[in-house]
């Protein structure tokens, strides 16, 4: 029950504060939530994008005829499908960042609710790695101070303290880590890397389940980051798009590489700024989930495989055989997997973080 009740809590969260929801159809506007059966059109095709994927579902829309965008966070299309008692998705495919259909199921089936009604998801489309990004003289102290490597297991005991105390000058005053939300792909994927980083300094698996974050340090640790976090208010829905405009907001915000390499390479941002690839390396990956009734891979040959994949490829996205862009391609060689946590430990990670005061 409590859980049930903490993912209405987190509808109305997501809803009233971080939901995005956009669609193109031609350069019209409307509500989400249709789909090709609601628009009176069966020629419309319906993509529900997550805001990650925002540049790249766009670009698609002026090459696919009769393709309809919508723009939402992946944890508020999910919270929904999870509480729904008609399981629909409501479009005629769902672009995500992470594993969301699978977050959807596991809480639906911890609601009581009939099983998820989805008809599968592609192969990963793309990926993008977790990364750390800083002011370059930032980056250097916390070099000096983390001799292991910059991470968040690091970062986070200075979150609020003095820079001094973490290598750098008393003008800079306090280190304020920024870390986008976790109801979006980026965020679900920079908070569970941030805890891969504290569960490994303390000896627990890299990908940990949910009992490791009720672990006492870890759970101590993670407190302190995500409160920390939140001392910018409204900056915490986008970190880095704050820190690009307002580099002294944060001394290092989390971000994918897909958002955070073409900036930096493109010299946004008052100061040079550094991506950091913090261990252990995860990555955000991308699918494309269809409703019940559909084939992953007939939608996506309606889409247009090789539009897609270069859509995403241009928009900073690793996706194989594509040209990288710009600032993206550097840190370790990625690893086979996600390196992500299970589905279920990354809903309880979304329930812990509401909870932090």
Known sequence: MKRFLALLAAIGMVAAALLVRTLVDGGSVGPAGGGS???GDASTTTLRCGPDLRPACESLATQVD????????EGATAARLATDGSSGLGADAWLTVGPWPQVAADDRAAAGLPPLDLGGSTPVLARSPVVMVAAVDRADALARTCPTGVTWACVGPLGGRPWTEA??????????????????????AVWSQAVSSETVSVGLPAEWARNDLDDAAVSSWFDQLV???????????DPLARFLVAPATFGVVGALEAAAGPAVARGEGRDASRLIYPEPVVTAEVILTVPAGSDPGEALDRLG???LAAALAAAGWRVADQ????????????PAGSGLAPPGALSYL???WEQVP
């Open 37 to 39: 059966s609601g628009d």
């Open 323 to 334: 040209p990288a862009a710009p600032g993206v391609g550097g840190g370790p060689p990625l």
């Open 305 to 307: 495989a090789d539009r």
């Open 66 to 73: 009769d393709l309809r965008i919508e723009v939402e966070d």
């Open 227 to 237: 409160s920390q976090s939140r001392r910018a208010g409204p900056a915490v829905a």
């Open 167 to 188: 290598g750098g000058q008393a003008t800079w005053g306090a280190l304020r880590p920024g870390l986008p939300a976790p109801v979006g792909g980026a965020g679900l």
């Open 350 to 352: 979304q329930q812990r």
